[in-house]
């Protein structure tokens, strides 16, 4: 073959146009990926240092990669003779554009076909680094595999929401979003569909990218997002503005005076005007807002103002009745057991209710918990 060609010298061996062949790939491609898969390499930091090696790259910029039919008819007496030669950093221009540039480039030209629309620079400068990171990741991956549209279009759909949020932002104002914040975004605009959710992790990801809100964002608040349900994100999207949820527990008192019982806790009526999923969940969505720090409850604590829980307790008003129906009615009657035993431990153990009221009291939305809305809602 190298005779065909007319490379009959020494210094020319077939593994020598394996550089030939990874330059041309390069060429071809603009994927660093592909070359690192091609060529085995354990790293893309391996693939830079190998193009390095070889000329391609001077200073972290990539010069224009020649032409295999030019190279075969200039006969370079060396292999790596083959890549263009050195240029001086007084030579290079604005116009080279380093592998980094191009791996975004890549992902930038899959999310948006204009790369000129309004916007697209600035989530350029602010997801560089996270999108070269995710560049090396599982995106690209997916990105290129023809069975992956539908999840290709949820990603490119939210990617769509980033930038009409960032382009709001002015020029000067825009700043670098950090890894630790971008990178599992990213990663969760991929699939989120869920409109809240995905709303959520937009904002957040443009909060970072702005020097006036980038103080708001703390790196757990990714992690947060994601032990939401769908039902509890709409439930954080009701308390913007909000300092706290007022709430009524009803409470049946045993007729024996000693302890109570409390059929119905911590009703809001936040499932009257938020449409959720699962309404019969509420006990769990709270439980789970004040473990993650979000909410804050302080049993026998409760708003002085009588006016926050009028509209409560009209909503309530027909489960109200009905346990009502309960009180002073020994329930134990109604029982027909089977020995006098059973009858008598019954008796001790269940006297009946006296009556029924209202305790009343609030979920505090905590200062962690308003810093979380106000750079993800």
């Keep these: 073959m190298l005779q065909t060609l007319g490379f009959t010298e020494e210094q020319h061996t077939l593994y020598s146009y394996k550089h030939t062949g990874a330059i041309n790939l390069y060429k071809s491609t603009k994927d660093i990926l592909a070359v690192q898969r091609h060529c085995r390499h354990s790293s893309s930091a391996q693939t830079d240092a190998y193009f390095s090696k070889y000329g391609v790259i001077i200073n972290t910029k990539v010069i224009s990669m020649p032409d295999l039919a030019s190279l075969i008819k200039l006969k370079y007496k060396k292999a790596y003779h083959l890549a263009p030669p050195f240029m001086s950093e007084s030579q290079n221009t604005n116009n080279s554009i380093s592998l980094i540039d191009l791996g975004k480039m890549k992902i930038f030209s899959m999310i948006y076909t204009d790369l000129a629309q309004p916007g697209v620079q600035k989530v350029g400068k602010a ?58 975004i990213i990663d969760k605009l991929s699939y989120s569909t869920n409109e809240q959710l995905r709303e959520s992790f937009a904002n957040l990801l443009a909060r970072a990218a702005s020097e006036e809100t980038a103080h708001l964002i703390h790196p757990s608040f990714v992690g947060i997002l994601e032990r939401l349900s769908s039902d509890e994100a709409k439930i954080v999207y009701s308390l913007k503005g909000k300092d706290s949820i007022p709430f009524i527990t009803f409470r049946l008192h045993n007729r024996n005076g000693v302890g109570y019982t409390d059929p119905m806790r911590f009703l809001t009526g936040i499932e009257k005007y938020v449409e959720l999923d699962f309404k019969q969940n509420m006990l769990v969505y709270f439980s789970n807002l004040i473990s993650l720090g979000i909410l804050s409850y302080t049993p026998g604590d409760y708003k002085t103002n009588d006016d926050l829980y009028a509209p409560i307790v009209e909503i309530y008003s027909q489960m109200q009745q009905q346990l009502q129906k309960v009180v002073g009615v020994d329930l134990a009657q109604r029982i027909n057991f089977i020995s006098e035993e059973d009858w008598q431990n019954f008796q001790k153990g269940f006297p009946g209710f006296s009556k029924l009221t209202i305790v009343k009291g609030f979920f505090e939305i905590t200062q962690f918990g308003q810093l979380f809305i106000k750079a993800c809602i």
């Design 127 to 184: 997801l560089g680094t996270v999108l070269d990171l995710a560049n090396t990741l599982v995106t690209p991956v997916w990105m290129l595999n023809e069975y992956a549209g539908h999840k290709k279009e949820v990603f490119k759909s939210n990617m769509e929401r980033v930038r009409l949020k960032i382009n709001e932002i002015p020029q000067e104002k825009v700043c670098e979003v950090p890894p630790e914040i971008g990178v599992p």
